[in-house]
């Protein structure tokens, strides 16, 4: 059964270093999203594509945050300037045309 | 905004019993869906049931949505200790790209 994959599954860094998280959604799904979810809370949404472009994004997702589908089958998430307060699980997702989000199991982010 | 809450936070029942966990949301739904995280890992779908349907059933599992109450509850038969996760309801209000919003989930403990 096709599954959306995401590398690294965990990514250490320095605070201020750029970092980029890595997604391959399941094929023929349209819509891409990346949530996350900080150690013991709840799991919220950063941002929405759809057809090459953002479509929705949290007040979380700031300037420090950009996503791009560079070919037919990554989906990147890029945090520019990392934060401590950034440490967090990094989930992404995609549907098809139909409602259900399929996660990746995501890419634990700890900022040092 | 719209907000799913899982209720209870923690449940823990032996082995063979059934489990009720049930989730409250604020705002206007399109569908409602229930995913397992196991520890540390991926969020896996369990069920989605849509804002004009009342009851679904998948295997063991039997989810009711009430939209008068703005609620939803999630059923598991005969439980295994497989089933020992978090189990989290996350709600979308729109069609389209639908963020979806996730409540603090219920950690379930099977005894075996």
């Known amino acids: 059964e096709p599954e959306v994959t995401q590398t690294p599954s965990h990514q250490v860094t320095q605070m201020g270093q750029e970092v980029i998280l890595r997604c391959v959604p399941i094929?023929?799904?349209?819509?891409f999203y990346w949530y996350r979810q900080i150690l013991g809370q709840k799991v919220e949404f950063l941002v929405s594509?759809?057809?090459?472009?953002?479509?929705?994004k949290s007040e979380i997702f700031d300037d420090q945050f950009s996503v791009e589908r560079p070919d037919g089958s990554n989906f990147t998430l890029k945090i520019r300037s990392t934060k401590l307060e950034d440490s967090a699980m990094y989930f992404c997702a995609s549907r098809p045309f139909a409602d259900t989000q399929y996660f990746g199991p995501g890419t634990r982010l700890t900022v040092l | 905004s719209q907000q799913g809450e899982e209720d209870p936070q923690a449940l823990s029942i032996q082995e063979g019993e059934n489990a009720t966990m049930n989730c409250s949301y604020k705002?206007?739904?399109?569908?409602l869906q229930w995913y397992r995280q196991n520890s540390g890992r991926g969020l896996v779908h369990l069920i989605l049931?849509?804002?004009?349907?009342r009851e679904k059933h998948s295997g063991r599992l039997r989810v009711t949505l009430d939209t008068s109450k703005k609620s939803s509850s999630l059923l598991i038969t005969a439980s295994r200790a497989a089933d020992t996760a978090s189990y989290f309801c996350a709600t979308d209000a729109r069609r389209g790209a639908q963020k979806l919003v996730f409540g603090q989930g219920t950690r379930l403990t099977i005894n075996p």
């Open positions: 094929s023929n799904h349209l819509y």
């Open positions: 705002t206007s739904i399109n569908n």
């Open positions: 594509f759809y057809n090459n472009e953002i479509s929705e």
């Open positions: 049931i849509r804002s004009n349907e």
